[in-house]
């Protein structure tokens, strides 16, 4: 009779230890309380499972690192988990912190946007950049003066004579740019070159265009800016880049506005006569043949323009005033100050 209790309590103890065992693993595979307050913790590259469980239970994701363990095992799971830093909110099931680790879903980086439009120049590039970071844009100013290590390959046939207003102008695509927060301004700006490069590098046959019409690409660069703030219709690029050519040709002076516009301290709703007469090398209205640089960033459209002008016999064209943007072509002076008549008088309209 007292052997039959002890068997008894042996196993009254057995089961006990049982179901405090099952109480303990049921236990620490649920969810910890939940929260609304998420919690960020890092995956080193190469950390192992039983680490990674540990990470878990320190910020209170998990509430028992080896069960979490056994849990891994018994799925055949942890092979597949990427390194990098998660956010997680407390209340997550395992299987739920499983696939984020298994998806590398990692906390996506605050990033800064910084778009810049076709024509701009290195002056309002740099308040963009400022706007986006706080920085001073003289800073930004001072890389475009300098490129140093930053510059590309292209940048190798930029003249040093002294005139250009920044030497990096016409080298800084304009396009939309993401970068990580805390990006210093060196970094953006040889992303803004090494994308200028870029599209450079896809313009089939490049350097025989420049060939043949003697340019180099610098020069190419400027023809290109000056159409790109000349023209607003796609269409019209290839016909004024080909003007620009054949007055460059007959050795007349450019003429065009937006030269003076850049040699201004601040650019002008509408330019007076006087403005026409600001000593610039960048005045085209004094000086024959190109300026010394280009006096923005250009387009893809209006580089193909540069390199693939349209032939014509044209070497005037001056805006419609219809509100259309586009412009009257003419061959003679004659015609041009028709035009110009036509384009004041409103009898283009329609």
């Not at 407390?90 to 810049?116: F, H, Q, Y």
């Not at 420049?210 to 020069?219: A, I, V």
């Not at 007055?247 to 003076?260: F, G, S």
Request: overall charge neutral.
């Amino acid at each position: 009779m007292k052997a039959v209790k002890v068997v008894i309590v042996i196993l009254i103890i057995l089961l006990l230890g049982a179901g405090g065992g099952a109480y303990y693993v049921w236990n620490g595979l649920q969810p910890v309380q939940a929260s609304d307050e998420p919690v960020k913790f890092t995956i080193e590259p190469g950390m192992g499972t039983s680490k990674i469980a540990d990470v878990l239970q320190q910020n209170g994701l998990i509430k028992n690192a080896a069960v979490f363990k056994g849990y891994l095992k018994w799925k055949r799971e942890g092979s597949r988990f990427q390194a990098g830093i998660y956010e997680a909110k407390p209340g997550a099931t395992l299987d739920e912190l499983i696939a984020k680790l298994n998806k590398g879903d990692v906390v996506k980086e605050e990033m800064v946007r910084i778009t810049i439009p076709e024509g701009y120049t290195v002056k309002q590039i740099a308040a963009k950049v400022s706007e986006a970071t706080g920085a001073p844009a003289d800073s930004f100013l001072q890389l475009a003066d300098h490129p140093g290590n930053e510059a590309i390959a292209a940048f190798k046939d930029v003249p040093d004579n002294g005139k250009l207003k920044h030497a990096a102008e016409g080298y800084l695509f304009p396009d939309t740019y993401d970068f990580k927060k805390g990006t210093a301004e060196p970094e953006m700006f040889r992303r803004m070159m090494e994308q200028t490069q870029s599209k450079l590098d896809g313009i089939p046959n490049l350097q025989e265009k420049l060939r043949d019409r003697g340019l180099t690409l610098h020069e190419m660069l400027t023809i290109a800016s000056l159409v790109e703030r000349e023209v607003v219709v796609d269409k019209e690029r290839p016909l004024v880049a080909g003007v620009i050519y054949n007055r460059l040709d007959k050795n007349m002076k450019l003429e065009i506005d937006a030269t003076v516009q850049y040699a201004l301290p601040e650019p002008k709703e509408r330019l007076l006569y006087k403005d026409l007469k600001v000593e610039s090398p960048y005045n085209t209205y004094l000086h024959e043949g190109l300026p010394p640089g280009p006096i923005c960033s250009p387009s893809l459209a209006s580089i193909e323009a540069a390199l693939n002008p349209e032939a014509s016999d044209y070497l005037y064209y001056v805006t419609k005033k219809d509100g259309s943007h586009e412009h009257l072509f003419a061959k003679t002076y004659q015609e041009h100050l028709k035009n110009i008549q036509k384009s004041k008088s409103g009898a283009n309209k329609g």
